[in-house]
């Protein structure tokens, strides 16, 4: 199995991607550098790993200041317990949107997420996903937006970044067959979604704004490796007899479950003519 990258970067916005994965890491590096030339990434390893977060400390600096959030879409300073985040959309990608922290969390294996703050940061892109379905003008409704998390390998940027935009077509057409099938226990999904295997389980909607994705993942079945884990969320069908959510999650060396995803959001159909005069 190829080593996937985390992509917040250009990709053609019809069908599916057959981009090579790390051509999609150099483009969000471009993109998002674009975003915050005048300012310096972080001394490290990698520098271009870095650049999400240069990139989100100019949206908490504008919103301080000026009460203003560009680049970001949108930024909540937090209050009290609840954590700051930050809304932003990917660099030539209308549809695709990240959620972040506002304070420093590299990633899904950052062990403060099993507590309060990866509740909040759930809620927060649930609450977020309504900026994909306003690019499409609501040609995909909020609840069939999904949300992923890369692994450590599987990302381009230290700086927790969840994914919101589309699923692929066929990974609906898989969830339409066999999403019924998913119970509130980790098991083996019935067929392979983007190439590999999850497993899966449901969340009940009555349960949701509690729910902590990030702690669920460590009764994963299996050797506990949150480094090398990687999930996606979507909400049921609306036929569901049981509402709510249905997580997946796999391990891999560069596991993505971004792949389900689909940045051209072909689901969403042509986009409709303007009208005339």
Known sequence: MTTRTDTATAIPTTGMSTEPRTSRRAALSAGLIGLVLAFPAAAGPDPTRDVLWVALKTCVLAKRVADRTFPCLAVDLGEGARPGTAVMRAPGEPTHIVVMPTETVSGLESSPLRGPRGTAYWRAALAARHFVSDALQDRVPEGEVALAVNSARGRSQDQLHIHLDCLRPRVVE????????????????????????????????????????????????????????????????????????????????????????????????????????
């Not at 392979?192 to 009764?219: C, I, K, S, W, Y």
């Open 174 to 277: 898989a969830l339409d067959r066999h999403g019924r099938q998913v119970r509130r226990q980790w098991a083996p999904f019935p067929v392979p979604l983007a190439g590999d295997r999850f497993q899966a389980m449901r969340v009940r909607a009555t349960e949701a704004d509690a729910f902590n994705p990030f702690a669920a993942l460590t009764a994963l079945p299996g050797r506990r490796d949150l480094s090398r884990t990687s999930f996606a969320a979507v909400a049921t069908r609306p036929d569901d007899p049981e509402p709510g959510y249905i997580l997946l999650a796999y391990r891999a060396p560069g596991a993505s479950a971004e792949d389900v995803m689909d940045h051209g959001c072909a689901i969403a159909g042509p986009r409709p003519p303007r009208a005339s005069g």
